[in-house]
């Protein structure tokens, strides 16, 4: 989708030279994108302990350590 947008060319400046970006349009869309994620993680972080668990949690954790474990191979 096309949108045209105003951004300061200070901040457009910042955002090229950290996003290591080939375009501007490069740049934008990762901000974006990276700015998403960041709410969503954040949307997770606060369902903490609000969420029954089931199930034996000690175990839960052993297996994630292992799954981490692999992926590090």
Do not use: C, Y
């Amino acid at each position: 989708m096309r949108t045209t947008v105003t951004i300061p060319d200070n901040i457009l400046t910042d955002l090229m030279h950290f996003s290591q970006a080939s375009s501007r349009t490069d740049a934008v869309n990762r901000a974006v994108v990276e700015w998403v994620q960041q709410r969503r993680i954040e949307r997770l972080k606060a369902l903490r302990g609000k969420l029954p668990v089931e199930g034996d949690l000690a175990a839960l954790r052993e297996q994630e350590i292992e799954e981490v474990a692999e992926l590090d191979r």
